[in-house]
């Protein structure tokens, strides 16, 4: 019996350390610990629950973090459907000056979840708008300077954006303002201003 437990915790934990110690109800299940299990190392304290179903083993919060730790958190919450974009893709590109309130989420138009803590924007990506990181997705950053265009987010922070983006050589003009085409009128608007204000 000690040795199933002690099998239980390391497929878990590999699991998790993929996720940044986050995992679900479900995973745990997976793993071999039943919902009662559950609930006791949620109640000990051995587990920290993080919101519903969703657990981060302890020893995780004690590590210094990059940042993005959150995020992983909304991909499972959403069961790998959302995918990390607009404002805060930026930041997590490390782009501008975007620093976002909330977390901005895309999903598939027929997703149900909802939270406050989150703005959801409703849409079908393309594999190539999307990058995969430890344990959750983001658009790239083309896509990410187009939706905040789209959205009519601050014009300086799009400026910058697409500056550095440029700088950094991660995208193009031409990858940019096609970007900004799939998008419409209002972010083509938003990326050619930017890119008429390094000319």
């Not at 083509?188 to 930017?194: K, M, N, T, Y």
Request: charged letters at 25%; proline letters at 2%; one cysteine or more.
């Amino acid at each position: 019996m000690l040795r199933d437990r002690t099998d239980s915790r390391a497929t878990l934990w590999r699991t998790a350390a993929g996720q940044r110690g986050y995992f679900t109800a479900a995973q745990a299940l997976e793993a071999g610990y039943s919902y009662q299990a559950q609930r006791y190392h949620a109640q000990h304290g051995n587990w920290l629950v993080i919101d519903r179903a969703l657990y981060r083993f302890r020893e995780f919060s004690d590590l210094p973090g990059e940042g993005d730790e959150q995020l992983v958190r909304w991909s499972l919450w959403s069961k790998g459907r959302a995918v990390v974009s607009h404002a805060t893709a930026l930041a997590v590109h490390d782009l501008g000056t975007a620093n976002p309130s909330r977390v901005h989420l895309t999903v598939p138009r027929g997703f149900r979840q909802k939270s406050d803590a989150v703005t959801l924007h409703r849409a079908e990506l393309a594999d190539s708008d999307i990058e995969g990181r430890a344990g959750y997705r983001v658009t790239v950053p083309s896509r990410a300077i187009a939706e905040c265009a789209a959205d009519g987010d601050d014009q300086d922070v799009i400026d910058g954006a697409v500056a550095e983006a440029l700088e950094q050589g991660i995208v193009t003009r031409r990858k940019l303002l096609h970007a900004a085409q799939l998008l419409g009128a209002g972010a083509e608007l938003g990326v050619e201003r930017a890119l008429g204000a390094l000319s």
